[in-house]
């Protein structure tokens, strides 16, 4: 892909990204994200030929996103052989998700699993992959299970507005939660 290509491509979706904030998953149309970008709906469909491809490709960004973000945290854990290495550098990621903002269109997303469930068919392997990190990460499985849960509720609070960003519970949960893992 050319490199003009490449930032059309990527205006899209960033475009995408705000009608879906804006509008909700029905409310996404081709015709508002090419309105959004700057680019006709031909020039639309030549990089996304379809409604689903585009939710499809901004899926793939998220969880690319959620990768390069658990191998980060990966790097900075010590000792490769370590227990509760995966656990704990997952619950990094969802620290940091939360202390950096959570995207708002992860809750369009979320509505997106409840509306086109199929679109996320290629995803349920993501998320058994790291369900089985989890659970082998040298604790015991349902406790690992646990903690990954609790974690995962923290951000989840958050964007829900149950619990502030700052909040200082969150922090101390996550130290918590931390310890257990050892």
């Not at 469909?45 to 960004?61: E, G, Q, R």
Request: glycine residues 6%; aromatic residues 6%; contains cysteine.
């Amino acid at each position: 892909m050319s490199r003009k290509a490449e930032l059309t491509h990527d205006s899209i979706l960033t475009a995408a990204q705000h009608v879906l904030h804006q509008h909700g998953v029905r409310g996404l149309t081709l015709d508002k994200v090419a309105k959004q970008a700057g680019v006709s709906k031909g020039g639309l469909i030549h990089h996304f030929p379809s409604k689903d491809a585009l939710l499809l490709a901004m899926l793939n960004c998220v969880f690319e996103d959620m990768t390069v973000q658990m191998e980060r945290h990966l790097a900075q854990e010590p000792d490769h052989g370590q227990k509760g290495r995966f656990l704990r550098a997952y619950m990094g990621v969802n620290l940091e998700t939360i202390e950096q903002g959570i995207p708002s269109f992860i809750l369009n997303l979320l509505e997106l699993a409840s509306v086109k469930p199929d679109l996320f068919q290629s995803k349920r392997e993501f998320f058994a992959d790291m369900q089985a990190k989890v659970e082998n990460d040298g604790i015991d499985p349902v406790l690992a299970t646990i903690l990954a849960g609790a974690s995962d509720s923290l951000w989840l609070q958050v964007l829900f507005g149950i619990l502030e960003p700052n909040h200082p519970q969150i922090r101390t949960v996550h130290n918590r939660l931390i310890q257990m893992t050892r």
